[in-house]
């Protein structure tokens, strides 16, 4: 056998040697914590109740709110509720359960033990399974195992043919399949042929054709098609058997008989029967062109896609619709779904998921004789397209031809490669087979071959006839493959095509009837034999045919001969031919010649010209097809087999020459085509390696080839790396190449012809996987002839057995790592350059054949230090080296490949601490790292060389046994050298046993120089992290998220490892992270603040910048500089440095949320995860203030990982929220980080990230999902909505997550207490503990976490009782906040703690000072705060708490006889109280007026506690506020100023303070009502009273100031100058000139807002409300002025008193009364609810209105209102002039408005009833009062002035002024007592007739021509009137006139006296 083909076959079949590093999955690249594993780590957790999901959803809830406004419970009389019914309540409600021993007296410590064994048991043992991981790329370290290398396939589709029916059945029919792309004019499959005919039909055949084989009765078919596009058509072609007549004659019948007329044309069809069946018997083994047909094959893909149903029928026929070609479809499915979606580009070509479709193709074309070729038919293809397309105007054949076109199944049953053989085994061999057909790809494909395939595809195209002599009509070609000249020498090598035999020895193309010179459409396929001769070659034979029957003429006629040789010097020949056609048998000895060389006495047709157009195409796995692969194969082929000379084309090589020729095609490698290079990649490779390691021997010398071909081999790896873009990993490693080395490269054997080194002896370890591959193709890996052992973990030995000395011995030569090594190093150069571009290549390849030598040599157990000889180790030193200064070097020209080069060698040195000594590793990453830090400081902006950095230390930490190499067991005693190799000895059990001696531990928390070169690897990650988050570290902003993610991925990676799981272990593994707690400590300014979301105090930072300044010196920053310079002298030259701290406190740039969150979470796991007694020294050593700086960390920490409730999981469900988050890291990064965004400009320039996906048909997909993250607008594509269940397991996880992070919080607490315990000092941060477990108890926490929580809490009272009652007394009262709002917790096991811890509480507080008004005190306030703001707040469960905590009491034998159960009792019966009340303002939550009146109330009810009557006054004042009204607000805080001002007054005489409510009362005169003179108020010096922050000089100046701004914003400027009125005097005292110019210039503006204003204020609208009925509870018969915003209409109040209480009460139980008369209780339906709604105005006194001169005046401070009801004696409302009556009522409330509220009671009501005559005088004098104003007003308003005189003087008014005046004036009244008032009216009807004419004159002037008219009757009028008037006015009455006394009396008074009603 040929070598080449021999080499071939072997590279095919031989088995692959897979490395695989037995704990390789253990190393961070493959975490199990990211998210693809993360679920399957996440089963099985409990279920953490919290209350916040445990909440009544909104409806059951809503139905309790309404039955109780149903209900209107009456609020009692008593001003607190009665005592009595609440005492009843609550001692009939049921307890919570007790807490077992509670009450005993344990010890602390046994206490603690307790405590702490019930926190340890059931813990979570992951915490990262519980925390997603950070959201990143791919990380960087993972690197893809390659795919394993196979056959190439496009997309398949599988293709069934199911019938082939025509009109008439007359005769057998073939049919063939291909297809073909127009676009590129190709052909892109080889043919399938089906046969479709009945068993009847293939019996007309049989004496022509042999019995079919099984293989050619396939009738499915599997296409691949690589470039699916829109040009791609499956087009039918149909052949018969030849008959006389052309085409166009034999189809005639088909188009006109149809099959409904058969028993017509019975006769007609009996006889084309008989026809047929007489050709077929002669003439059965010729075929004719017959008809075709085409499916565009995109339009069925894209619109079965779109249907629902499983499979689709589309109809195809030509003449029906106007559209490309009318697609009918069963009926069932049209209008599901319109066909009309178009799909355009590539990337809707996709043929992996349509839905299957059934085609019933209807129509076809007759072939046309003269349009055969394959132009014809592409022109005929594109034409399809078209609208208007020609081939619809044929007359079409009618058929039915089904067909399914489905995408392939993954494992087809029964399936035949293109050779025939079977793809998978199968044993039945009856059954009919489904073909594979070979894909012609329509552009190249690149992918190595990897199966022997060999065939030849003959299309014979055309030939010309016309000028040969003689008679050759009917033409058929017979095409034999000779492998000599002899006629028999024919081989069966030709494919059958349908219901025939496999193979023949000839094929016919088919006859075109009565044609000279024929186009043919054959294909001819052929199986090449595996070794050609010069001998072989095909024979076309030309024949003629008679088609008629005549005597003695033969059947077939030879009329031509031509032959094409298979070898042409030695490469097989293929191509375009245009052949001579010789006319007699060629002579002997032809077949080694070509016909186009005139041999001497042949006749030729046509003068030897070229008449025969024939294609020949090889599709092969053998021939190269590439004359400089040719080459260099067949040289190299002959110096294994020491052939010389060697014959290549027509050069004859001898020896002497060999070794130039080689190495110079070697060099022409590169000039050979890509395609074949990729196709034989695997055999160049093999071979160039071969050369370097097996040194040829020519001519009796060795030459040396190596440096040739390792240029050879760089230049071929960058060209692939180049041209093939689409097939790199995210590290740029082309995946041919990768899987190159990883399956196929091996050791080569260094003897030609022997065996290739088997599994023979298996020594030591190495996971070779032998692969087993079938004949045909790798489908599946089997591996399971492998051993797999650890090769990277040296501790564990495996028994090594000698390998026979024939493999020792083939071993001989040089060994390849030490060769490539030696020649990277010495190369120069653009070979250097090429090499280090694909670096990565070659340190795969030297990995793995270090593997293999050592696999092969069994040194896999030999000591690491003796692996490899010193001059290897050398040249590897060097290599990194230079490498490492070309990073540094070149980092700033070429980013993109610097990345590369740097990953890459990462990679390697990762790969080399598995193999070689572990030391010199160590020392070669040091050497690296010495050239960066040497670089940095040269650098201003560092970053870019930094981020690369962390890149190589992110990939060698990424080892899985990364832990190991840290050297986690030994002590921090310095080592002897730098970084000691663990000797093979300890084995792993070992590894973590040793017991850290109590060195001084500081060393094991800081990065100090034992610890670092102890834990080298350790060392280094913690110092970047501490380096790259350092405040002052210039520019490293952008490096955080990625230092970060370094640190947290490497910890989750820990805590996955099923190796570190036992918990010794993995405290010995914390132990390298420690000095991570000190790192972190030192960034609390600059985590992100999560606190403030919580609640809007922030963080309490308890220290200053300033003061973290003096202390930043001992953690981190001597160590840090010496990391920085890799060397461990603390020198240190830079400005600006890490020494130099800043003199001020800086402005810290914050980290991102996500950042923030990554370290918090590594913090939690190394505190977890440590051994306790060790953080407990170290506390021990941390000073106070350092002390601080952790408790704030862990505070942080708690927000950090609050549980946020399924609430919100649910509304985050749209994603967009996230991505937008990440969008601003991103963002943040890229702007601040240079290494951002200009760099991925660069790349994305290159195309590294946005190539398009249909650039290549395996594009690769990272770069897309890049961009989707980039652009977050297009997230509405992507599925948004999670399902239910992944929301439930959202929650559980994240509850899971909150609850072990705070029981771990816990835990640290814990030992922080223990440490102060210990030292018996450091007592001032125990109020830093119980701030951090107090916030814990306000997060959102889990039951399980609150019981612990609590049981801490009780501890660390027990402990430090002083600590709590003395110091810290703010903590004290938030205690008791917390306890008391988890006793109302919904959920009975938190009630328990919470009420047991509350009870313990208030016994401490007793024992220490036998009486605990501090804490009642402040539960009481807490329970007040709580029901003010808590909404969802719920008494019920409260009760029981308070019942519980009674129970306590009751209980509690030793105090039984002190006060102290009394005063328990007192405290709970007190605080029920107030929760009954809040019951009630619950109810009335929706009634706005009795929610403030309850509010009032309870306030009211603190009358004795100023602090909680201070708390429910701002309680108040928020309420207002939420509802604007401001004013009420401004109220409200007056209140409380003046309450504090009480006090104040009290506790300090201060001349400036005001001197307590009296001061305020220009504000308000209800102010009085906060002065403590009662008897009952408690002096402020008592123990607990007013110690809250409001109760001090700036609390008041705190509350004034927000007065000032309420009053401001209700527009009540003038009181906003009263508030300031008393701070100014405050300010002054204390000289704070920078607040009084703030306050003035408020004062400035509140005055000019007052002039702009003026007419323009609004303050409020009053209305008397009056309630009737039982239903109202306590309202009935309540009346209230009501205070509404300004401008609200009657209509407007009623409307919405009378929907509330409709809704309360029921709509038809409501009425609104709409009289203002007074109400008759007697007369109202007693089930019915009543409200009188009346409008009513301010009222003020003649003498008041002299003070009252403004409009603010007006409406401020109004304590009287008064409406007017019309009346006449006989109860109608009105009546004549002369019996109107008119009731005047006027209210007085019991405070003056505005006040704390917006209605006030009415406690005083007086009637005024006004005569017939005085009604009179009032309207005159208004009306008179209008005129005078119209007529005055400024601008004039004529139309105004207008209407006012129309309504004076106009004739028409009903009861205008005449009418008045004839009524009472005309005659002098009989009544003494009514003279004045007739006087009266007198006076003003004269008065009145002077405005008249004053108003008339004014009109006259502002009116234009056209009104002149107008004005006219107008005067007219009013004469009329005058005159009218005149007598009435003048006639006095003269008893008046009698004596004027000299004293007249109060004028206005008199009518006062008239006739006042004072019954009231």
Not at 184 to 202: A, P, R, T
Not at 553 to 560: A, D, F, N, R, Y
Not at 1386 to 1408: C, D, K, P, T, V
Not at 1617 to 1640: F, G, M, Q, W
């Amino acid at each position: 056998m040929d070598p080449h083909v021999r080499d071939c076959i072997r590279s095919y079949t031989e088995d692959w040697a897979v490395v695989i590093r037995k704990y390789h999955k253990l190393g961070t690249g493959f975490n199990p914590n990211t998210l693809d594993k993360q679920k399957e780590r996440q089963k099985g957790l409990p279920k953490q109740v919290f209350e916040s999901d445990e909440a009544p959803d909104g409806s059951s809830y809503q139905d309790e709110q309404d039955d109780l406004k149903r209900r209107s419970v009456s609020i009692d009389d008593t001003p607190r509720g009665s005592w009595a019914c609440s005492i009843f309540d609550l001692k009939n409600s049921l307890p919570d359960a007790l807490l077992p021993n509670l009450l005993d007296r344990t010890p602390n410590e046994e206490i603690d033990r307790q405590n702490d064994d019930q926190r340890k048991s059931n813990r979570h043992k992951e915490l990262f399974a519980l925390h997603p991981s950070p959201d990143e790329e791919e990380p960087i370290e993972r690197l893809s195992v390659p795919d394993v290398p196979k056959e190439h396939f496009g997309q398949r589709l599988l293709v069934k043919c199911l019938s082939l029916k025509f009109e008439i059945e007359i005769e057998p029919i073939f049919a063939s399949l291909a297809l073909y792309d127009v676009k590129e004019k190709k052909k892109i499959s080889e043919n399938f042929y089906f046969d479709l005919n009945s068993e009847q039909m293939k019996g007309l055949l049989r004496p022509h054709v042999p019995p079919a084989a099984i293989t050619t009765l396939a009738r499915s078919a599997i296409f691949s098609i690589t470039y699916p596009s829109q040009d791609v058509f499956l087009v039918i072609k149909l052949e018969k058997v030849l008959q006389q007549g052309d085409i166009g004659e034999c189809a005639e019948p088909y188009m006109i008989f149809k099959e409904a007329d058969a028993s017509k044309n019975k006769e007609k069809l009996e006889k084309l029967k008989s026809q047929a069946d007489q050709f077929c018997q002669r003439l059965g083994k010729y075929r004719m062109p017959f008809a075709w047909t085409a499916i565009h094959l995109m339009n069925i893909v894209s619109s079965a896609g779109s249907l629902e149903r499983d499979s689709t029928e589309v109809e195809i026929s030509t003449g029906e619709r106007k559209g490309s070609w009318s697609e009918r479809r069963n009926s069932s499915i049209v209008g599901r779904r319109s066909l009309e979606r178009t799909t355009s580009g590539d990337d809707a070509c996709n043929l992996t998921s349509f839905r299957p479709a059934t085609l019933t193709v209807t129509n076809f074309f007759k072939q046309e004789g003269d349009r055969l070729s394959d132009e014809d038919l592409y022109k005929f293809l594109a034409d399809m397209r078209r609208p208007s397309s020609v081939l619809r105007r044929l007359r079409p054949i009618t058929a039915q031809l089904k067909i399914d076109i489905s995408p392939a199944p993954e494992n087809p049953h029964y399936c035949l490669t293109p050779e025939l053989l079977q793809v998978k085994l199968y044993p039945d061999s009856r059954v009919r087979p489904t073909r594979e057909i070979l894909e012609f790809p329509a552009r190249d494909v690149y992918v190595p071959n990897t199966t022997y395939r060999n065939l030849l595809y003959i299309y014979p195209q055309s030939l010309n006839f016309a000028n040969r002599q003689g008679s050759a009509r009917n033409i058929t070609v017979k095409v034999q493959f000779m492998y000599g000249e002899d006629p028999s020498n024919a081989m069966p090598v030709i494919f059958g095509k349908s219901s025939c035999s496999e193979f023949s020895k000839e094929a016919y193309t088919a006859v075109v009837y009565h044609n000279r010179s024929p186009d043919f459409h054959e294909e001819i396929k052929v199986k090449l034999p595996a070794t050609l001769t010069d001998h072989h070659h095909l024979l076309f034979t030309f024949y003629h045919v008679s088609c008629q029957q005549k005597q003695n003429t033969p059947l077939e006629t030879p009329v031509g001969y031509t032959w094409i040789p298979m070898l042409q010097n030695g490469r097989l020949k293929t191509g375009q031919f245009c052949l001579p056609v010789s006319l007699e048998k060629p002579p002997q000895a032809y077949s080694v010649l070509s016909p186009e060389v005139p041999l001497p006495g042949m006749k030729w047709v046509d003068n030897h010209k070229g008449v025969f157009n024939v294609e020949v195409v090889t599709v092969s796995s053998i021939h190269t097809q590439d004359p400089c692969l040719d080459k260099f194969f067949a040289l190299v082929n002959a110096l294994d087999e020491h052939m010389f000379p060697v014959r290549i084309g027509d050069m004859r090589i001898m020896e002497n020459n060999l070794e130039n020729e080689l190495k110079s095609s070697i060099s022409a490698l590169n000039s050979s085509q890509l395609e074949p290079v990729v196709r034989f990649l695997h055999l160049l490779l093999d071979k160039l390696i071969l050369l370097v390691v097996r040194p040829p021997v020519i001519a009796g010398q060795i030459v040396n080839l190596g440096q040739v071909s390792f240029e050879a081999m760089a230049s071929i790896i960058n060209r692939l790396h180049k041209n093939l873009e689409g097939n790199h990993d995210q590290h740029g490693r082309n995946s041919l190449l990768a899987s190159y080395i990883h399956y196929v490269f091996r050791l080569p054997n260094t003897y030609p012809n022997s065996p290739s080194p088997g599994p023979g002896g298996l020594g030591g370890s190495v996971h070779y996987a032998t692969m087993a591959r079938s004949a045909v193709r790798p489908a599946s890996l089997n591996l399971s002839r492998s051993r797999s052992l650890s090769n990277s973990n040296p501790d564990i030995s495996g028994t090594p057995t000698s390998p026979d000395d024939e493999v020792r011995a083939i071993i001989g030569s040089k060994l390849f790592h030490e060769e490539l090594a030696l020649q990277w190093v010495v190369c120069s150069g653009s070979v250097r350059e090429s090499a280090l571009q694909q670096a990565w290549f070659f340190f795969e390849l030297m990995v793995k054949s270090m593997v293999h030598h050592l696999y092969f040599n069994d040194k896999l157990d030999a000591p690491r230090k003796s692996r490899f000889p010193e001059r290897f180790m050398d040249d590897i030193a060097a290599l990194v080296s230079t490498i490492a200064s070309d990073v540094v070097s070149r980092f700033q020209k070429d980013i993109e490949m610097v990345e590369r080069l740097n990953t890459s060698l990462a990679f390697f040195l990762n790969d080399l601490l598995s193999v070689m000594d572990r030391g010199f590793v160590f020392s070669l990453i040091k050497s690296c790292y010495k050239q960066v830090s040497s670089k940095l400081y040269s650098l201003p902006n560092p970053s870019v060389l930094v981020s690369l950095r962390l890149d190589f230390l992110r990939i060698i930490c990424s080892h899985e046994h990364y832990v190991t190499l840290n050297l986690p067991c030994s002590l921090l005693t310095p080592p002897a050298s730098p970084s000691p190799s663990v000797s093979s000895a300890t084995s792993q059990s070992s590894g973590f046993s040793t017991n850290a001696q109590d060195q001084k531990i500081a060393n094991m928390f800081e990065l100090s120089v034992p610890f670092r070169q102890q834990h080298y690897l350790a060392g280094l990650v913690l110092t970047e992290l501490a380096v790259i988050l350092d405040p002052d570290a210039d520019g490293l902003f952008g490096l955080h998220k990625k230092v970060i993610n370094m640190v947290h991925n490497l910890l989750s990676s820990h805590d996955s490892d099923p190796r570190y799981s036992d918990p010794q272990i993995k405290a010995r593994v914390a132990m390298l992270y420690l000095p991570l707690i000190g790192i972190i400590m030192e960034t609390v300014p600059q985590l992100y603040d999560f606190t403030e979301t919580h609640n809007q105090r922030g963080r309490p930072l308890c220290t200053t910048t300033e003061d973290c300044e003096s202390e930043s010196g001992n953690m981190i920053s001597q160590t840090v500089a010496m990391a920085i310079a890799g060397t461990s002298v603390p020198q240190l030259t830079r400005p600006g440095s890490f020494l130099l701290t800043a003199t001020s406190g800086r402005q810290h740039t914050t980290f991102s949320a996500e950042s923030s969150r990554s370290l918090l979470i590594c913090l939690l796991w190394v505190l977890k995860n440590a051994d306790e007694t060790v953080l407990q020294k170290w506390f021990t050593d941390l000073s106070v203030l350092q002390l601080n700086r952790l408790l704030d960390l862990l505070y942080l920490c708690v927000s950090c990982f609050e549980y946020k409730g399924k609430k919100v999981f649910e509304r985050m469900n749209s994603l967009t929220f996230k991505k937008s988050k990440d969008m601003r890291a991103k963002l943040e990064e890229a702007i601040l980080g240079s290494i951002g965004a200009r760099q991925e400009m660069v790349r994305r320039s290159r195309g590294q990230l946005e190539r398009s996906p249909s650039g290549s048909a395996f594009g690769s997909q990272e770069n897309l999902r890049w961009r989707k993250d980039m652009t977050h607008w297009r997230q509405n594509t992507e599925k948004l909505d999670k399902s239910r269940a992944e929301i439930e397991h959202e929650a559980l996880i994240d509850g899971n997550l909150a609850t072990e992070a705070n029981l771990i919080i816990l835990d640290t607490l814990e030992i922080v207490v223990q440490t102060v315990s210990v030292t018996e000092s450091k007592e001032s941060i125990l109020g830093g503990v119980l701030k951090v477990l107090l916030h814990s108890m306000a997060c959102n926490q889990s039951a399980l976490y609150l019981q612990h929580c609590f049981a801490t809490q009780r501890a660390l009272v027990s402990k430090f009782p002083e600590l709590l009652f003395e110091e810290e007394t703010e903590q004290c009262a938030d205690l008791c906040l917390r306890l008391l709002r988890l006793c109302s917790s919904s959920i009975g096991i938190i009630r328990s703690h919470a009420s047991a811890s509350l009870y313990l509480l208030m016994r401490q507080n007793f024992e220490i000072g036998n009486n605990f008004a501090r804490v009642k005190m402040q539960v009481t306030m807490s329970l007040s705060s709580l029901v003010g703001t808590s909404q969802n707040f719920n008494e019920e469960f409260l009760r029981r708490s308070l019942k519980t905590i009674l129970t306590y009491a009751e209980e509690d034998l030793e105090l039984r006889e002190t006060t102290f159960p009394d005063q328990v009792q007192d405290l709970v019966f007190n605080l029920h109280m107030i929760l009954s009340d809040t019951v009630k303002m619950k109810e009335h939550q929706e009634d706005p007026e009795m929610l403030i009146d309850l509010m009032y109330r309870i306030a009211k009810g603190y009358q004795t506690s100023p602090d909680l009557r201070l708390t429910w006054l701002q309680n108040m004042a928020g309420k207002h506020s939420e509802r604007s009204n401001h004013a009420e607000a401004a109220q409200c805080l007056v209140h409380s100023a003046a309450l504090v001002a009480e006090y104040l007054s009290m506790l300090e005489d201060r001349k400036y303070l005001p001197v307590g409510c009296v001061t305020f009362q220009n504000i308000s005169s209800n102010v009085l009502e906060e002065s403590a003179v009662s008897d009952d108020v408690v002096s402020p010096d008592e123990e607990g009273i007013c110690s809250g922050k409001y109760f001090t000089e700036s609390g008041l100046v705190g509350l004034l100031e927000q007065a000032a701004a309420s009053f401001s914003m209700a527009g009540m400027y003038e009181a906003v100058n009263e508030v300031y009125k008393v701070l100014i005097p405050i300010h002054e005292a204390n000289r704070d000139a920078k607040k009084l110019s703030t306050i003035h210039g408020k004062l400035q503006e509140a005055f000019s807002k007052i002039v702009h204003q003026d007419g323009k204020r609004m303050f409020g609208t009053y209305f008397r409300v009056g309630f009737y009925g039982t239903k109202f509870g306590d309202l009935d018969e309540q009346e209230f002025v009501y205070k509404e915003p300004a401008i609200t209409k009657l209509a407007e109040i009623s409307h919405r008193l009378e929907g509330f209480y409709g809704e309360r009460f029921g709509e038809d139980v409501v009425e609104v009364i709409k009289d203002s008369n007074p109400v008759d209780k007697c007369k109202l339906d007693p089930n019915k609810a009543y409200i009188q709604i009346t409008y009513v105005e301010p009222y003020f006194d003649t003498y008041e209105m002299k003070d009252r001169i403004t409009y603010f005046d007006k409406n401020y401070n109004l304590r009287r209102f008064m409406y007017c009801t019309p009346f006449t004696l006989d109860g109608r409302a009105h009546g004549e002039l002369h019996e109107q009556f008119k009731r005047k009522t006027i209210l007085t409330t019991s405070h003056a408005f505005p006040y704390i509220k917006t209605r006030v009671n009415v406690i005083h009501k007086e009637e005024i009833i006004l005569t017939p005559i005085e009604v009179a005088i009032e309207d005159m004098q208004k009306k008179t009062q209008e005129l005078a104003f119209a007529t005055h007003q400024d601008p004039a308003d004529p139309k105004m002035l207008q209407m006012v005189l129309q309504g004076s003087v106009g004739t028409t008014v009903n009861q205008g002024p005449l009418e008045v005046a004839q009524v009472f004036l005309s005659e002098i009244p009989s009544d003494p007592k009514l003279f004045r008032h007739h006087n009266k009216l007198r006076l003003c009807f004269k008065d009145f007739t002077k405005r008249c004419e004053d108003a008339l004159r004014k009109n006259k002037s502002l009116i234009g021509p056209d009104q002149k008219e107008y004005q006219r009757e107008l005067e007219r009028n009013y004469h009329r009137l005058k005159e009218s008037l005149q007598p009435l006015i003048n006639r006095k009455i003269p008893q008046l006139y009698k004596a004027v006394l000299p004293v007249t009396c109060h004028r206005d008074s008199f009518s006062r006296i008239s006739l006042r009603k004072m019954e009231l």
